[in-house]
């Protein structure tokens, strides 16, 4: 809370103004996006006692904005501790999403529910409702990279590399020591040039140099693109005038997109473009794979977010057509950010809208299935905890770079080599979850074969269900009427319907499936009703061998599949050794095969069991009677009897 002066002694009223006059001038810094000026002033307003709603909500932002992840979590996590407040759920999501950097998954959902609680209608909600395993997917998608830190990276920040021909292109904070003094309020870091470096056969960087000083001016310089013949390129700098900063009304210097063209070796003919503005940020260009088309990230009107990702047509004159938001299966109410088009028309940008792991991650969507289908997350190691973004690849060779400021950088941001090893099937998918159960138990059922089917009745997709009568199954997105049909031996093929409308995901779907078999009679041996191998034992071992376990799973599905059901354990020995020593023998493997089942879940009311030792030999194999190893192997043996 501010302070009220008139409630304090005379003798404090000077410290008083004193930390309202540090809140003042934090809260300007904070206004004016000098947020490492803004972190310093507030703590020490913090150090002397003085908290408050905002200071909290601002030393949160301020931090989340320089990508202080663990520490923007701090001081959420202390606003949220206030009494008497109402916060703004943009705080919710901002809480869930440094949580990640943490790790510290469950807390971020239990945010992230919060935060779905307050804002139903958010894209960001819709998205964590329809992919409640997000981090499962992930996982399916992780470890297809191999990354190294590059050599070329500084102190600063070094990131937005971008191809051109043999050379990479990035942007960079290095101090070259004739601009100490340029340093940037945000985050005290020198302003950012475009800096060259070439591509080696060996796949390494060297010979790296400023790109042009024609360029790199007293403003910010960042994330180019190059046509393919190498003579126009399109780059980010912030809105200058006559090459120092012009800023608006708030202070502020908006970032803006330029063209250049390369003449008799130099970049030339530096213009702005059209549909750039003074009251918000175009930036972060990208050509698409005939150049027809221009992407990029902006905050102007129209935007879903924080920045959304637009494109422009580049017309045969060279005019531009008018920005048009790629909508809401890139763009959310966060930052979507630097994207980057393949030869393959994949688009890759940089996301905290979109389930991740924390922080910016980097995602891929197809832009010709871009109304029906969903961006896909790239996986570890590629995105981490932390900032990952300006993705870029060359699909012939698998090779590629991004930027990160994962822990073991050699400065604030830096650029890291990839090697694909295994490309993601961006292809159209719509994931199908549920289970499959008896009708009449509503046990789930293991393994049955699952079908996709279309209204013509043709396969389009097929599973299994899993161990536990799950399923997780990868469908077609097309629209229309499916079905998915389950078949399994001893049961009637079941079904269940579903309608697609569009790309998300379908959970919960439930298939009956009856029972087609009939139960054993009184007195029958379910291992003869089921055809069940024996379930035999070791020499001289009452314990269950792996072989019997697949078989005793039977037993316990039977059981399951009827309740009422009452069986007796019969359990037997070969001949060899005295007859109480294979009596007790017996007991154990009885006692055993009880145990088992009882830990399956099976009530021990339904369930009795007794040993036989040598006394009910299933062939002539006595103490008289010279046998083979196998003949007396089918005497250890454990039976069960339906009693009831």
């Not at 250049?260 to 750039?276: C, H, Q, R, S």
């Not at 299966?329 to 905290?352: K, Q």
């Not at 699952?450 to 997105?477: P, Q, Y």
């Amino acid at each position: 809370m501010k302070l009220k002066l008139k409630h304090i002694a005379l003798c404090t009223v000077f410290i008083g103004l004193n930390l309202q006059g540090q809140e003042k001038k934090a809260s300007t810094n904070f206004d004016n996006y000098a947020y490492t000026e803004a972190i310093d002033s507030y703590e020490n307003l913090i150090k002397k006692g003085h908290s408050s709603e905002e200071i909290y909500k601002n030393l949160g932002n301020a931090n989340y904005f320089n990508a202080n992840y663990e520490e923007a979590a701090t001081w959420y996590g202390k606003l949220f501790t206030l009494e008497n407040t109402t916060i703004d759920a943009e705080y919710l999501y901002k809480y869930a999403q440094t949580l990640k950097s943490l790790k510290k998954y469950d807390a971020s959902d239990a945010w992230m529910q919060k935060f779905e609680d307050r804002k139903a209608t958010d894209n960001r909600s819709a998205l964590f409702t329809n992919s409640p395993d997000y981090l499962t997917e992930i996982n399916k998608n992780s470890g297809r990279y191999s990354i190294k830190n590059e050599s070329i990276n500084s102190k600063g920040s070094d990131f937005a590399p971008s191809f051109n021909g043999a050379k990479l292109i990035f942007s960079t904070a290095r101090d070259t020591g004739f601009i100490t003094k340029k340093i940037h309020k945000w985050n005290s870091e020198p302003f950012l040039n475009l800096y060259s470096a070439e591509i080696t056969a060996e796949g390494n960087l060297d010979h790296v140099v400023p790109l042009s000083k024609k360029l790199n001016k007293k403003t910010h310089e960042s994330s180019t693109v190059f046509t393919k013949d190498g003579q126009t390129m399109y780059f980010t700098r912030n809105n200058s005038d006559n090459g120092a900063f012009a800023r608006d009304e708030k202070g502020v210097s908006r970032l803006k997109l330029y063209k250049a063209i390369l003449k008799e070796g130099e970049w030339k003919d530096i213009i702005e473009l059209p549909f750039n503005g003074d009251d918000y940020s175009t930036a972060h260009p990208a050509l698409n794979a005939d150049e027809s088309k221009l992407y990029f990230a902006s905050d102007r009107s129209g935007t879903l977010g924080v920045s959304d990702i637009f494109y422009v047509t580049i017309n045969a004159d060279g005019s531009y057509g008018t920005p048009i938001n790629l909508g809401a299966s890139v763009n959310t109410e966060s930052r979507e950010t630097f994207p980057y088009i393949s030869e393959n028309d994949i688009l890759y940008f940089a996301s905290d809208g979109h389930p991740g792991l924390g922080g910016l991650d980097v995602f891929g969507i197809d832009l010709a299935e871009l109304e029906r289908t969903k961006a896909k997350n790239l996986g570890e190691p590629l995105n981490s905890e932390q900032d990952d973004f300006s993705y870029i690849i060359n699909e012939t060779t698998k090779k590629g770079y991004f930027a990160s400021n994962r822990e073991d950088g050699m400065g604030s941001d830096d650029i890291y080599g990839f090697l694909e090893s295994k490309p993601l099937d961006f292809n159209c998918y719509t994931s199908l979850n549920g289970s499959v159960k008896d009708m009449n138990t509503k046990q789930t059922i293991a393994d049955a074969v699952l079908n996709i089917t279309n209204a013509n009745g043709e396969v389009v997709g097929k599973g299994i269900s899993d161990s536990t009568g799950n399923f997780d199954l990868d469908s077609t997105c097309d629209e229309g009427t499916y079905a998915i049909v389950a078949s399994k031996e001893n049961y009637d093929v079941g079904s269940t319907s579903f309608k697609m409308t569009s790309t998300t995901d379908i959970n919960d779907l439930e298939i009956l499936m009856t029972s087609n078999f009939t139960p054993a009679d009184l007195g029958a041996d379910l291992a003869e009703k089921l055809n069940l191998e024996k379930i035999y034992f070791d020499f001289d071992q009452s314990y269950i061998r792996k072989d019997a376990q697949a078989i005793m799973e039977k037993v316990v599905a039977y059981l399951n599949q009827y309740p009422n059901t009452k069986i007796r354990i019969g359990s037997h020995t070969d001949a060899r050794a005295n007859d109480n020593y294979n009596l007790s023998l017996s007991e154990r493997r009885a006692n055993a095969t009880y145990d088992y089942l009882v830990k399956k879940g099976i009530d021990t009311s339904r369930l009795t069991f007794k040993g036989f030792g040598e006394t009910q030999l299933t062939n002539a194999c006595d103490n008289n009677t010279n046998c083979s190893s196998e003949k007396h192997q089918l005497n250890r043996r454990s039976e069960f009897i339906v009693v009831e």
